[in-house]
């Protein structure tokens, strides 16, 4: 399928990982892709493997929570191609990670997690979407998570910066609807990257039992949230806005106490797994 060629498209981190899947999707469907990454070496590596497809690709080394940066790489596109019609909103600025509750983070953490985690979806939309106005539209999708849905103890910030991801991207497809741009998000579920698959090499124990926990008995590749984000930015998709989507393999649909036992169930029928983590 070619759903997007003459199609511009930016992707924000996407040197590698879930941006990196998204950018060489839509590139492999007809896009030009812009590659906005802080990671130059691994953006323009990843600009090489999607030329060596035949695809059409640049990049430009961008912080997403710096005003001048992000400007720059809207400006960047558009002189480039012409035209921008698709921004994903995949990267956000270093400085996440912070965990504690209310009573442990501080208000520099707490201040400094809703400006990486929030912030920098505000600055790709505020550039991009006068751009996409004078194309006659666009599509946004704004990447969430199933912490922005779901809380886990100890990650207040993370947890709010997500959930605060897709009160935004609802806010935006009501204020930009007439305009013909379409506002989106994701919330993916354990998805295994290059730096995740990195982190479980040599914890082989461990994964038994996280793919006990989705019922569809796997983990996310990166490729099944580009798939999501290629669908959503498609004309198949021409008559949704404001709606996070989920793609985590059921892992949010199922009752907690169930899944608790069992999980019990299989710690005890596989004495070999070490399940600590």
């Known amino acids: 399928m070619m759903r997007f060629q003459d199609k511009t498209a930016i992707v924000t981190g996407g040197a590698a990982g879930i941006g990196g899947a998204t950018a060489r999707r839509l590139a492999g469907e007809g896009a030009s892709v812009l590659i906005a990454d802080i990671n130059e070496e ?4 990843n600009v090489e493997r999607i030329r060596e497809a035949g695809g059409s690709a640049e990049a430009v080394r961008t912080d997403v929570g710096v005003h001048d940066d992000v400007r720059a790489m809207v400006e960047h596109a558009v002189s480039l191609w012409g035209r921008l019609d698709i921004l994903v909103n995949n990267a956000y600025s270093p400085g996440e990670g912070h965990t504690g509750t209310a009573v442990e983070v501080t208000e520099r953490q707490w201040d400094e997690g809703m400006g990486v985690l929030v912030k920098a979806i505000y600055l790709g939309v505020k550039y991009a979407v006068p751009e996409m106005r004078r194309g006659g539209g666009g599509s946004i999708v704004n990447i969430s998570s199933v912490h922005g849905l779901l809380g886990t ?3 207040l910030v993370y947890q709010a910066g997500k959930s605060a991801v897709i ?3 609802k806010e935006m497809a009501c204020d930009f609807g007439p305009d013909n741009i379409r506002v989106n998000a994701i919330c993916p579920g354990h998805i295994v990257t290059e730096r995740s698959a990195e982190y479980w090499h040599g914890r082989d124990g461990v994964q038994p039992l996280i ?3 989705s ?3 796997r ?3 990166t490729d099944d949230i580009a798939s999501a984000v290629a669908f959503l930015c498609s004309e198949e998709a021409a008559f949704i806005t404001g709606h996070a989507l989920v793609v985590d393999g059921g892992l949010s649909i199922q009752l907690q106490e169930d899944l608790g036992i069992r999980q019990a169930r ?4 596989r004495p070999d797994v070490d399940v600590s983590p």
């Open 42 to 45: 691994s953006a323009s590596a």
């Open 153 to 155: 103890p100890g990650g």
């Open 167 to 169: 009160g935004v991207t």
């Open 211 to 213: 793919l006990e926990q």
């Open 215 to 217: 019922p569809l008995r």
């Open 219 to 221: 983990v996310g590749k």
């Open 266 to 269: 299989f710690a005890r029928s």
